[in-house]
């Protein structure tokens, strides 16, 4: 059973385009943390969000927890090369041994 | 990268034999976990373990054992490898303090 949906699947854009990509589940969720994968490496954490409304802000990465704390955003403003990845969200399960994980949204940056 | 290495970093094998995964880490973190990436199926969890041999079962465990017997290793053996266990395999471990996880390099292992 998939508990996390994110969008758009795929994504090709051209440097300097800005995007948002998607993480939305039918149930509330404590925390949610967002996870970039390279191609070839394992993914690694970007952040990590807690309270409804909150929003993080990375260099040019803009992370958004809703209000209801059932969805989160990603926003991108000025992409680049560098931002090519594979970006994952994930959730913390009932008794917190394992994550959650969501499909993932493929990023590629053409230079 | 919290010190975690996987080996081998690659393996081609043949249908029907077993295979030995390995991570080992050097920080003594409790939780270590074992997926598999494929293209259209994301990251699943095939095992993980809270403790020295104390483990449990992911989504896609069937085909899979795995084995704690010491903190820093974690192995992941295929009985009898198939073709549908080529894949990428990735070893993780969580920071109990920060609730992150962290991954190692990656396993690429082809069954023919």
């Known amino acids: 059973t998939q508990l996390l949906e994110q969008s758009p699947q795929f994504l090709s854009i051209q440097e300097g385009e800005n995007l948002t990509v998607y993480c939305n589940s039918s149930s509330v969720f404590s925390s949610l943390q967002w996870y970039r994968q390279e191609p070839g490496e394992g993914p690694v954490l970007l952040v990590t969000v807690v309270t409804g409304g909150e929003v993080k802000k990375l260099k040019r990465l803009t992370f958004q927890f809703g209000d209801a704390r059932k969805d989160s955003s990603l926003h991108i403003t000025a992409a680049q090369p560098g931002d090519t990845g594979l970006y994952l969200c994930a959730r913390r399960d009932g008794n917190n041994r394992k994550l959650i994980w969501g499909l993932g949204t493929s990023l590629a940056v053409n230079p | 990268d919290a010190g975690i290495t996987q080996s081998p970093r690659h393996k081609v094998t043949e249908t029907g034999t077993p295979v030995t995964l390995r991570c080992h880490q050097t920080e003594n973190h409790r939780y270590m976990y074992w997926y598999r990436q494929d293209p259209g199926h994301g990251l699943r969890l095939i095992h993980y373990s809270y403790g020295v041999k104390d483990t449990d079962k992911g989504e896609v465990s069937d085909g899979y054992s795995v084995s704690r017997s010491k903190t820093e290793d974690f192995l992941l053996t295929l009985e009898s490898a198939t073709s549908s266990q080529t894949s990428v395999y990735f070893c993780?471990?969580?920071?109990?303090?920060?609730?992150?996880?962290?991954f190692g390099p990656g396993t690429r292992l082809t069954v023919l």
């Open positions: 993780a471990i969580k920071t109990v303090s920060t609730d992150t996880q962290y």
